[in-house]
């Protein structure tokens, strides 16, 4: 064999060298980012969501049903509260509340058991789309409760939610909220006193709009620079920050601080990713942190809170921070997002229907 031929041979062998070694780099380098081997088991605690995960936008998202739509949202924290929406001047009492119920009050001859009224219950508790509701009045304490077994009752009411994410009660939902409300009156051997309808309706309307104009579920989308993510890698550095696991995969939540009540943020991302055969070859390039406004008292901080997180994230993980439409979120636009929230809480605050309050979290639910 002739020297040329080896050293041919051997510049072969380093060309070839020379592309497997860079594919090889590029695989790695393009391969989606692991979690630390100290620190890559996922969290496992699961904590039930709420209704309304929503896309990643920064304008209100409420769910549509055909024939009973809200308007159209404004996200306006400078609209005022309609000043003709009249609520009735009974005491708010029990669960139900005027400010937002349709209350129909059931006067009985005697007493009744809470076995009795438990079960001439109506079989699904809505009306429509709208939550129905019975309480009874406690012999003993005097107090509204749910209907309880082994307890008596000197009165019964019976409640329809006047609005919803779904829209305003309509009279459709109030005449089955009315068949439902005298089959229980019935049953228990109850008088109902129901009010004018078209009053109701109308109350209705005016609630949906305002709520429809203070409604908002912001969004920011965290996307990836370079290198993609693996469902491990998310969750490890979302754990650090207190995220854990909810119940649908792909989504992680920020626990408030008081056990039961909803989450402070949510973190989402591709569901597929995570419950691929093999996640840790998943890419993710992208990741939502959402907040819904209206469901998370604003002593928690919750928008402070979404800016450190986003901010955290995108520095540990070499991403950026940007809108729906992939536009980066800078300081100056979060600053103004943040004194339209402050408005807004003070507007919903002036309406007893404060973000985070049992109300607010039944209104825009």
């Known amino acids: 064999m002739s020297s040329l031929t080896v050293a041919l041979a051997i510049l072969g062998g380093l060309v070839l060298a020379t592309v ?3 594919n090889a780099w590029t ?5 989606p980012r692991q979690p630390d081997a100290k620190d890559s088991e996922p969290p496992d605690s699961e904590i039930p969501q709420q209704k309304g995960d929503h896309e990643p936008v920064l304008h209100v998202d409420p ?7 809200r308007h159209e949202p404004l ?6 509260a309609p000043t003709a929406l009249a609520v009735p001047a009974a005491d708010r009492r029990g669960g139900l509340d005027p ?14 058991s809470g076995d009795a009224a438990i079960a001439a219950m109506p079989a699904t508790r809505r009306a429509g789309s709208k939550p129905v509701a019975v309480e009874g009045l406690n012999e003993h304490t005097g107090e509204w409760e749910p209907a309880v077994p082994g307890q008596r009752y000197g009165a019964f009411q019976v409640g329809v939610q006047l609005a919803n994410r779904t829209g305003a009660l309509n009279e459709i939902e109030y005449s089955e909220f009315v068949v439902k409300a005298q089959a229980f009156a019935d049953a228990v051997n109850g008088a109902p006193e129901f009010p004018e309808m078209l009053d109701e309706v109308g109350r209705a309307r005016e609630l949906d709009q305002f709520a429809s104009s203070h409604d908002a579920q912001l969004g920011f989308v965290l996307r990836a620079r370079h290198a993609a993510w693996s469902p491990g890698y998310v969750q490890q550095n979302a754990a650090r920050l207190g995220f854990v696991a909810g119940i649908i995969p792909g989504r992680m939540v920020l626990p408030a601080g008081e056990v039961g009540l909803p989450p402070i943020l949510g973190l ?11 996640p840790a070859q998943s890419a993710i390039r992208e990741l939502t942190l959402s907040l819904d406004v209206p469901q998370v008292d604003r002593s928690e901080r919750p928008f402070e809170r979404m800016r450190e997180a986003a901010a955290t994230l995108a520095r540990e993980m070499d991403g950026v921070v940007t ?5 980066p979120l800078r300081d ?5 997002i943040g004194g339209d929230l402050e408005q807004l809480y003070d507007t919903l605050d002036s309406r007893d229907l404060s973000a985070g309050s049992p109300l607010a979290r039944r209104l825009f639910s």
């Open 20 to 22: 497997v070694g860079y």
């Open 27 to 31: 695989s790695h380098r393009n391969a």
């Open 63 to 69: 769910h549509q049903v055909p024939g009973n739509e």
């Open 75 to 80: 996200f306006d924290p400078d609209l005022p």
């Open 99 to 112: 400010l937002i119920d349709v209350i129909a009050p059931v006067s009985l001859d005697g007493l009744a």
């Open 268 to 278: 989402s991302f591709d569901t597929q990713a995570a419950l691929a055969d093999d």
């Open 323 to 327: 809108d729906s439409d992939g536009q």
């Open 332 to 336: 100056e636009t979060m600053d103004a």
